[in-house]
């Protein structure tokens, strides 16, 4: 594994609007059980990738988006033309890295109606682990969320498994300029294929990929200005991470999460110190939890019953929003910057994980930096179904940029959401 030296975590990029707390933001942001539900286990974790996702010997002579290695498949989408590819991007200390991820195109040629655009998918938590990666699934369309309607539309399709999955890690876990970099990247690596893609796309994330889609619009600009993003687009994504963390840093669900975090960031950053950020009998449950991977397809946690007994305990040793680095990394990463580009927000209104009134205080917030939000909400939807039940009004949504339409406001009459404590 090679070592990184990430820049300093509080420096890594400006923002516009600072909270007070970020303490363990890990625990809003991904895609997992809604609390109360069953935990399943996955008795057959995914088989290590092979060579394929290994970098190759002249990866500093790419450029960020070059297609390094790619392999075709067949997807279970009909009419539809598949690859797995490897691709150049940027870590978080911005040296160069392979990452693995799939492209989807409508098969066949693109009769000369012009480049296609692109929808840039971010998906939710899959774990930590280089067998999480999403693109190692027997079927990688089973979770993405949009891809039908994309591919029916004659959009190409681009999917980053991020950096460490698939890839050698560490997965730079919730790391937003990170996972940005991957999303935006992919655009570029799908020209390269016979996609017929332009330059023109949207991105479209759930939970931590709701973050990175967010992410990729703070950065778009600096990063891609050979692109032409159009839209972000996400479902339940953590943007306002302190009521967040307020809100979950004591269930289940989100120790669980804390784990995977911790455990990443004390790999990627060297003062990061898992011994002193957990409590002992946690430590070395935590780093068994973060070799194991969420069952993707359904987006279920997968935990063992005794993990989960013992997830109930006391777990963190120092308060993470006041102790560094942890504070630093935590406030770094906050999806707050600002956007210029239309913004549309799908969020359930049974979400347990990333709660509906944070969601809307936080657009609130981007409406009154004159920023055009689309916000809507979807009654007895909860956190896992909510890429799912989501991505058609994103789509749509999508599709209507594509058009030439004038980006939808409701910025001066935001939904109503049930109130905090509800």
Same mark, same amino acid.
């Given at each position: 594994?090679?070592?990184?030296?990430?820049? &300093?975590?509080?420096?890594?990029?400006?923002?516009?609007?600072?909270?007070?707390?970020?303490?363990?933001?890990?625990?809003?942001?991904?895609?997992?059980?809604?609390?109360?539900?069953?935990?399943?286990?996955?008795?057959?974790?995914?088989?290590?990738?092979?060579?394929?996702?290994?970098?190759?010997?002249?990866?500093?002579?790419?450029?960020?988006?070059?297609?390094?290695?790619?392999?075709?498949?067949?997807?279970?989408?009909?009419?539809?033309?598949?690859?797995?590819?490897?691709?150049?991007?940027?870590?978080?200390?911005?040296?160069?890295?392979?990452?693995?991820?799939?492209?989807?195109?409508?098969?066949?040629?693109?009769?000369?109606?012009?480049?296609?655009?692109?929808?840039?998918?971010?998906?939710?938590?899959?774990?930590?682990?280089?067998?999480?990666?999403?693109?190692?699934?027997?079927?990688?369309?089973?979770?993405?969320?949009?891809?039908?309607?994309?591919?029916?539309?004659?959009?190409?399709?681009?999917?980053? %498994?991020?950096?460490?999955?698939?890839?050698?890690?560490?997965?730079?876990?919730?790391?937003?300029?990170?996972?940005?970099?991957?999303?935006?990247?992919?655009?570029?690596?799908?020209?390269?294929?016979?996609?017929?893609?332009? !330059?023109? $796309?949207?991105?479209?994330?759930?939970?931590?990929?709701?973050?990175?889609?967010?992410?990729?619009?703070?950065?778009?600009? &600096? $990063?891609?200005?050979?692109?032409?993003?159009?839209?972000?687009?996400?479902?339940?994504?953590?943007?306002?991470?302190? !009521?967040?963390?307020?809100?979950?840093?004591?269930?289940?669900?989100?120790?669980?999460?804390?784990?995977?975090?911790?455990?990443?960031?004390?790999?990627? $950053?060297?003062?990061?110190?898992? %011994?002193?950020?957990?409590?002992?009998?946690?430590?070395?449950?935590?780093?068994?939890?973060? =070799?194991?991977?969420?069952?993707?397809?359904?987006?279920?946690?997968?935990?063992?019953?005794?993990?989960?007994?013992?997830?109930?305990?006391?777990?963190?040793?120092? %308060?993470?929003?006041?102790?560094?680095?942890?504070?630093?990394?935590?406030?770094?990463?906050?999806?707050?910057?600002?956007?210029?580009?239309?913004?549309?927000?799908?969020?359930?209104?049974?979400? =347990?994980?990333?709660?509906?009134?944070?969601?809307?205080?936080?657009?609130?917030?981007?409406?009154?930096?004159?920023?055009?939000?689309?916000?809507?909400?979807?009654?007895?939807?909860?956190?896992?179904?909510?890429? &799912?039940?989501?991505?058609?009004?994103?789509?749509?949504?999508?599709?209507?940029?594509?058009?030439?339409?004038?980006?939808?406001?409701?910025?001066?009459?935001?939904?109503?959401?049930?109130?905090?404590?509800?």
């Amino acid at each position: 594994m090679t070592t990184q030296t990430p820049p &300093d975590p509080g420096t890594e990029l400006p923002h516009r609007r600072h909270h007070h707390r970020f303490a363990m933001v890990v625990l809003a942001v991904v895609a997992v059980l809604v609390v109360g539900v069953a935990v399943f286990v996955h008795r057959v974790q995914p088989a290590e990738p092979g060579a394929f996702y290994d970098p190759p010997a002249n990866l500093a002579a790419a450029k960020p988006g070059d297609l390094l290695r790619s392999e075709a498949f067949t997807p279970a989408l009909p009419n539809t033309s598949g690859w797995k590819v490897l691709y150049r991007s940027t870590d978080p200390s911005g040296n160069p890295i392979a990452v693995s991820g799939v492209v989807l195109a409508p098969a066949g040629t693109n009769n000369d109606s012009g480049p296609r655009p692109v929808v840039s998918w971010a998906h939710p938590t899959t774990g930590i682990a280089r067998r999480c990666a999403p693109s190692l699934l027997d079927d990688p369309t089973s979770a993405m969320f949009g891809a039908r309607e994309a591919i029916a539309n004659g959009w190409v399709w681009v999917a980053t %498994d991020y950096p460490g999955l698939g890839t050698p890690g560490p997965h730079p876990y919730l790391i937003g300029q990170s996972e940005a970099r991957a999303v935006i990247d992919i655009v570029r690596t799908a020209s390269a294929l016979p996609t017929g893609a332009g !330059t023109t $796309y949207a991105t479209w994330g759930h939970s931590q990929g709701g973050q990175a889609s967010v992410w990729a619009g703070m950065i778009a600009n &600096d $990063y891609a200005p050979d692109l032409e993003l159009i839209g972000v687009s996400a479902a339940a994504p953590a943007i306002q991470l302190d !009521t967040l963390v307020t809100a979950d840093e004591n269930t289940f669900a989100g120790r669980y999460l804390l784990s995977l975090g911790l455990v990443s960031w004390s790999e990627l $950053y060297p003062d990061a110190d898992l %011994d002193v950020a957990l409590r002992r009998p946690a430590r070395p449950l935590a780093r068994s939890i973060a =070799k194991d991977c969420v069952e993707t397809k359904n987006q279920s946690l997968v935990v063992a019953p005794k993990v989960e007994a013992a997830l109930r305990l006391p777990f963190a040793a120092v %308060d993470l929003t006041t102790t560094e680095p942890w504070a630093g990394i935590l406030a770094s990463n906050a999806a707050d910057g600002p956007i210029d580009v239309p913004v549309f927000v799908g969020q359930g209104l049974d979400d =347990k994980i990333v709660r509906p009134w944070s969601t809307r205080d936080a657009l609130a917030t981007r409406c009154e930096d004159g920023e055009t939000v689309e916000f809507v909400t979807y009654p007895n939807v909860g956190h896992i179904e909510a890429g &799912d039940v989501t991505s058609p009004d994103a789509m749509a949504w999508i599709a209507g940029l594509l058009g030439g339409k004038a980006a939808p406001s409701n910025c001066d009459d935001l939904p109503a959401v049930p109130a905090q404590g509800s």
